[in-house]
Nanobody
Framework: QVHLVESGGGSVQAGGSLRLSCAAS??????AAWFRQAPGKEREFVAA????DYADSVKGRFTISRDNAKNTVYLQMNSLKPEDTAVYYC????????????????????WGQGTQVTVSS
């Protein structure tokens, strides 16, 4: 059984930093992605370990990384902006469907519970 657990969210002022963690059980050396969802908006792609890909809105500010020994994927978020406020979700795809469409949340079959990030101005 695959489980993903996010942590590290919180409230920060604009310009601040947070590091999110996504700890996995039930699989190893997995490809992961981060998505986020703000109130009233659709879930949107943020970053992925596969091809180290980023949404344009976070390029240069966010960094995705992994520690295989800890089976954990991280999202370092710097220079945070109020528009980064959202619930952040970690996801993985064990079917391979996300390989050609990594930006589509429907291609991922396992999700964490989400962690809230709030950035105040």
């Amino acid at each position: 059984q695959v489980h993903l657990v996010e942590s590290g969210g919180g409230s920060v002022q604009a310009g601040g930093s947070l590091r999110l963690s996504c700890a996995a059980s039930g699989l190893s050396n997995y490809a992961a992605a981060w998505f986020r969802q703000a109130p009233g908006k659709e879930r949107e792609f943020v970053a992925a370990t596969r091809r180290t890909d980023y949404a344009d809105s976070v390029k240069g500010r966010f960094t995705i990384s992994r520690d295989n020994a800890k089976n954990t994927v991280y999202l370092q978020m710097n220079s945070l902006k109020p528009e980064d406020t959202a619930v952040y979700y970690c996801a993985t795809d064990t079917s391979g469907r996300s390989w050609y469409d990594p930006y589509n949340p429907a291609k991922y079959n396992y999700w964490g519970q989400g962690t809230q990030v709030t950035v105040s101005s």
